[in-house]
T-cell receptor, first 111, second 117 residues
């Protein structure tokens, strides 16, 4: 069965620090990859997605992610985080008509 | 665009009663809607895929007779938790795929927090 792993369960950073959240998936075929963000008390929002083409994907709010097929990875990055980035981040893979989510990474950014 | 709403946002019920949760796509047509369950500090677990005009497809381990799904129109799907028990307390989230774009990009509702006493 397909699975998505997010190894960082809880990340604490100071403002302006760089961020990288890991995401690995188990499926070897063609996949569509997503990062979603859930701000406190809000619904899931799409940050970015990769379907094909340039493996470096730019998303909203300064986030980007790089698809590395050989490593089955789709890590999320941001060069300088802000307090407002405090949220839960979910990596997901779409295959066979459904989204499979990772366990999520809770990011806390302190001023 | 691409807004999905859920109603109610929060419900408390007694054990043994049934609760209906609505999921609506407000500005697009959704032939497919998805129902997820999220436990505290955990990820979203897909419960079922709801297709307009046909029976829902349930994930393994999800009781279809307990979680009744109806997708009567292109903008509305409902999840009814029948004979709810405290272990059904959870956060239920729906999502919808835009018919024009495809279901691989889903738009999520704000969720419904169910507490069964």
């Amino acid at each position: 069965a397909q699975s998505v792993s997010q190894h960082n369960h809880h990340v604490i950073l100071s403002e302006a620090a760089s961020l990288e959240l890991g995401c690995n998936y188990s499926y070897g075929g063609t996949v569509n990859l997503f990062w979603y963000v859930q701000y406190p008390g809000q619904h899931l929002q799409l940050l970015l997605k990769y379907f094909s083409g340039d493996p470096l994907v730019k998303g909203i709010k300064g986030f980007e992610a790089e698809f590395i097929k050989s490593k089955f990875s789709f890590n999320l990055r941001k060069p300088s985080v802000q307090w407002s980035d405090t949220a839960e981040y979910f990596c997901a893979v779409y295959n066979t008509d459904k989204l499979i989510f990772g366990t999520g990474t809770r990011l806390q950014v302190f001023p | 665009g691409a807004v999905v709403s859920q109603h109610p946002s929060w419900v408390i019920c007694k054990s043994g009663t049934s609760v209906k949760i609505e999921c609506r796509s407000l500005d697009f047509q959704a032939t497919t809607m998805f129902w997820y369950r999220q436990f505290p500090k955990q990820s979203l677990m897909l419960m079922a895929t709801s297709n307009e005009g046909s029976k829902a497809t349930y994930e393994q381990g999800v009781e279809k007779d307990k979680f009744l799904i109806n997708h009567a129109s292109l903008t509305l799907s409902t999840l009814t938790v029948t004979s709810a028990h405290p272990e059904d307390s959870s956060f239920y989230i729906c999502s919808a795929g835009d018919w024009n774009i495809g279901t691989d990009t889903q738009y999520f509702g704000p969720g419904t927090r169910l507490t069964v006493l």
